[in-house]
């Protein structure tokens, strides 16, 4: 088994209640875990009292980040997937596998004893459920492994737990990692990585690993080279007609700014690209019936020029859950057979890093003509009041850039499988 001087020295020291990695991605932070640490602290508690737990984002992160790999290293004989009642088969013990972004998803194990937990991507969670988490570790012997990428200064885990471990004594064991601590990266992938990054607060986060806020231009690399993006059709470098698994419109319904937009992206086969092929903008008031029918034609316009729409997903509130039912009956009576689904909206921070990685790695594209969404690209900004969030005091076109997340943030997880798989 060869291990970083970072991990050995992980498995030297993390005997302590709780045993965080916290750092750059890529780093060897997971692997280790899987490796080494989840089967150690499985095996050493078998036959004691209380649950084994692996709490995630999701039940897909869990399985796309810890199962999987774990899969890959020891066999399906021994890893099991998450069944209806969450749970999965682990060395022939049953661990639970539990979503952490809302607290209701962990709920079913309150007042429960935990043995071991283990999390991932711990700076994504709620609060509240971390706080649940820690009431059920009652046992003598009761620890929590975890790894996370650090976010912003302000954030709950380092301002309320991690800052608070000298203060108060707490039981905690931290290692931090930079990019630079993975011995067995090539050269050519970090600087890759290093240059995809350059210029954004994720250089600081998932290179160097830094709690680090959010200032200034949001995507720069779009704003600082444009024309590296922006195209004029949907071609290959060989002028051949871009092939789209997946052709997907977003919408968000205009409330208080009477404004509503449209964009339809197209993503490629194994989510490799994503393509903004076409934009539609309503200013102004107007009634339901006219925004149903300037849908329809923005779908017409997209099935001439590309082929089947095979998605759509619209912004939902008390608003958007009218306007979407609406709309798809308005759709059913016209004859056209695709149903606008409630959009998938995470946290913004998240829709944001996946464009920034897009753009990093040479996979995000946009027509010259969706003129909006290249101008909301360009000048969108920070909040400098609220961490990890878009300004949006109406000076920048937000309305575009969540329509355009709304049609691709659904497939989240399979595009950053593909994005953490390499090149």
Request: proline share 2%.
């Amino acid at each position: 088994m060869i291990l970083s001087d970072k991990q050995k020295e992980f498995i030297r020291e993390a005997h302590h209640r709780f045993n965080l990695k916290v750092g750059a991605r890529r780093c060897g932070k997971t692997y280790l875990d899987n490796l080494y640490m989840i089967p150690k602290r499985i095996f050493e508690r078998k036959g004691k009292d209380g649950l084994y737990c692996i709490f995630g984002v999701s039940k897909g992160t869990i399985e796309r980040n810890v199962l999987q790999p774990l899969r890959q290293l020891y066999g399906k004989d021994l890893i099991g997937t998450i069944n209806s009642n969450n749970i999965a088969k682990i060395f022939d013990e049953e661990v639970y596998c539990l979503g952490c972004e809302k607290t209701n998803q962990v709920s079913k194990i309150q007042g429960t004893s935990i043995k071991y937990a283990y999390g991932d991507e711990v700076a994504k969670w709620n609060q509240e459920v971390f706080i649940m988490i820690q009431a059920s570790l009652d046992k003598p012997y009761s620890c929590f492994d975890g790894a996370l990428n650090p976010e912003n200064q302000s954030h709950w885990l380092k301002k309320d737990f991690l800052d608070q471990v000298e203060e108060k004594g707490l039981d905690v064991y931290v290692q931090h990692y930079t990019i630079f601590d993975n011995p067995f990266l090539s050269k050519e992938f970090v600087d890759n990585l290093c240059k995809e990054y350059e210029g954004t607060v994720y250089y600081d986060r998932l290179i160097l690993g830094l709690w680090k806020n959010a200032e200034g231009i949001i995507y720069r690399q779009f704003a600082d080279n444009p024309s590296l993006y922006i195209r004029d059709e949907a071609k290959d470098e060989h002028g051949n007609n871009i092939n789209f698994m997946i052709i997907s419109i977003g919408i968000d319904y205009g409330a208080n700014q009477s404004s509503t937009r449209f964009i339809c992206n197209g993503i490629t086969p194994y989510f490799k690209q994503v393509w903004a092929l076409d934009e539609m903008k309503m200013e102004g008031i107007y009634s339901p019936d006219i925004l149903y029918e300037k849908f329809k034609d923005f779908y017409n316009r997209i099935k001439q020029k590309y082929g089947k729409v095979t998605h759509a997903y619209g912004d939902y509130g008390a608003l958007g859950e009218i306007l979407t039912f609406g709309l798809n009956r308005h759709l059913q009576q016209s004859g056209i057979p695709l149903l606008v689904q409630d959009c998938v909206k995470g946290r913004i921070v998240d829709r944001i890093e996946l464009d920034c990685q897009l753009f990093g790695q040479g996979k995000r594209f946009i027509l010259r003509k969706c003129s909006g969404l290249i101008e909301a690209y360009s000048e969108a900004l920070w909040n400098d009041k609220v961490q990890d969030e878009r300004l949006d005091d109406g000076t920048t076109d937000i309305d575009s850039l969540d329509a355009n997340e709304y049609s691709y943030f659904s497939f989240y997880d399979k595009f950053m499988t593909n994005i953490k798989g390499g090149y």
